[in-house]
């Protein structure tokens, strides 16, 4: 629940150092991004620092970890994924006009602003969820869709779907990895995606450059 509220909050706050929504362009929201991030990164450090009786459970968090999953946490994952595809794929069509037409989407009836704030705001909650349920588990969320787009195409119609399944079979083939490579110590998993999709994220970038 704090993960969730936590992830909804610094959306709002970054809308706020952004700007008013109609000024707001991509390079603003995402340099009021790193500002918020590195504020709460600090203020995770300093927690650290001042020896919480949790600093534990802290560290594993920060690296994520899927054990121990409830059926609890299940449920509310899939019903927070089923909610999410849900919004998400209504608003394909115009993402995918938005993509190709950029801000000139406006002339063929897509307000860009309002998609926009959708997809921020369906993305952060999904997103607050899953870090609540397993932690902060990297370079997934930025490997799949890279993938997914090279398999099947810039349409987000196919991309979208394709880049969750592929999330959830590549974390589940590191939560593997993380298991069995050091009989008797279970490694975090965050830290298998990490050493994992950083050169397969790197190699398609290369790859995408080499094409353009």
Request: aromatic share 6%.
């Amino acid at each position: 629940g704090a993960a969730w509220v936590g992830g909804l909050l610094s959306l709002a706050l970054v809308f706020a150092l952004g700007g008013p929504e109609r000024q707001a362009g991509t390079g603003r929201l995402l340099l009021a991004g790193v500002v918020v991030g590195t504020m709460l990164g600090s203020i995770t450090v300093l927690i650290l620092l001042l020896g919480h009786r949790d600093t534990n459970q802290i560290l594993r968090w920060m690296m994520g970890s899927t054990s121990p999953m409830f059926w609890e946490r299940v449920v509310l994952l899939a019903f927070s994924l089923v909610a999410g595809a849900l919004v998400l794929l209504r608003q394909a069509r115009a993402l995918n006009t938005v993509a190709m037409t950029g801000r000139l989407a406006s002339t063929l009836g897509v307000d860009a602003d309002r998609l926009t704030r959708i997809v921020l705001w369906t993305g952060s909650a999904m997103v607050g969820v899953c870090v609540g349920a397993v932690g902060l588990i990297g370079f997934v969320g930025l490997a799949a869709p890279h993938i997914a787009r090279t398999l099947f195409g810039p349409d987000l119609r196919k991309t979208l779907p394709a880049s969750a399944l592929l999330g959830g079979t590549l974390l589940l083939f590191a939560d593997v990895i993380a298991i069995r490579l050091l009989p008797g110590v279970e490694m975090p998993v965050g830290a298998v995606t990490a050493v994992l999709g950083a050169p397969v994220l790197l190699y398609l970038l290369r790859q995408r450059e080499n094409a353009i």
